[in-house]
């Protein structure tokens, strides 16, 4: 794995291009922007700028490298879902600690975490290359979710009552919102936050961690322009409003042709 920091010298990108024109500062949530290099070199224990071990207080320091562990991975999952790392690019800790203002260390960390999502692949000695999608895995991760949701939406749909169904109106309102404005990254969210609700009806924790976990994986996107994504996006937060009515109405016929047509796309 490369050496160094984003204080240290920081070697450029070792994809061609790069972050050419794309920098993704404008992802990174301004808190962390606040955060220096150095607050995340102190949560391993040692102040490198004096080269002295610091034990004073061994509580805070950590809880800083886990805040900004935390908020670089976010700011990598929505750089996936945007297109912003390319995929099949190979890009380095150190560059990207560069963009965000932090060290190396948390965007490896998060980048480990990538990898065992599939999101990326490490490349020894150099970095992480993004993984390539394509229509036939999106496809298949699709058909997986299906067999899992589809089941217990349609038992969800003949069990809970209206009024509860009622309750997640916002949810898929944000949904809607986050497509009118053609925002891919928070759509993601507000996708599977939606998804993540109306399964956790079904009171099976276990069943919404797999669920949401399959969900995040057939987010990263394929290669679309900017308008066929919009499109994309208005439509699928569309079928969420429209089965939120069909259960609200109890209307079963119509809940399981929405349902099953939801799991066609490769945003659903």
């Given at each position: ?6 204080r240290?010298?920081?070697r450029p990108p070792y ?8 920098p ?12 220096r290099?150095?607050?995340a ?11 002295e071990?610091?034990?004073?207080e061994p509580t ?23 297109g ?6 190979v890009?380095s800790?150190?560059?990207?600690g560069?963009?965000?203002?932090v060290s190396?260390?948390?965007?490896r ?6 990898a065992t ?10 970095g992480?290359?993004?993984?390539e999608r394509?229509?036939r ?28 169904w009622s ?8 949904t ?18 939606f ?8 009171g ?12 995040r ?12 994504r919009?499109a ?6 569309a079928?969420?409003t429209?089965l939120l009515?069909?259960?609200?109405a ?17 945003d659903?």
């Amino acid at each position: 794995m490369e050496q160094g920091s984003a204080r240290e010298g920081v070697r450029p990108p070792y994809a061609p291009g790069a972050y050419a024109g794309t920098p993704l500062t404008g992802r990174v949530p301004e808190q962390m922007r606040v955060g220096r290099p150095q607050d995340a070199e102190r949560a391993d224990g040692v102040d490198r700028a004096r080269g002295e071990h610091t034990h004073s207080e061994p509580t805070a320091p950590r809880v800083i490298r886990h805040s900004v562990r935390g908020q670089v991975l976010a700011a990598l999952r929505a750089a996936l879902v945007d297109g912003e790392l390319t995929p099949g690019q190979v890009y380095s800790a150190p560059a990207l600690g560069a963009r965000f203002g932090v060290s190396a260390t948390p965007v490896r960390e998060a980048m480990q975490q990538l990898a065992t999502e599939g999101a990326v692949e490490v490349v020894p000695n150099r970095g992480f290359r993004v993984s390539e999608r394509g229509p036939r895995e999106l496809a298949e991760l699709a058909e997986v979710r299906a067999l899992i949701e589809v089941p217990v939406m349609l038992r969800l749909a003949r069990t809970v009552p209206a009024e509860r169904w009622s309750a997640l109106r916002p949810l898929a309102d944000a949904t809607v919102t986050a497509a009118a404005v053609g925002d891919r990254a928070s759509y993601a969210e507000c996708d599977r936050a939606f998804h993540r609700a109306v399964l956790a009806l079904a009171g099976n924790e276990q069943l919404v961690a797999i669920a949401d976990e399959l969900h995040r994986r057939s987010q990263w996107p394929l290669v679309a322009g900017p308008a066929t994504r919009r499109a994309d996006l208005l439509a699928d937060a569309a079928e969420h409003t429209a089965l939120l009515d069909a259960l609200i109405a109890q209307d079963l016929t119509v809940v399981q042709a929405l349902v099953r047509e939801h799991f066609t796309g490769a945003d659903g």
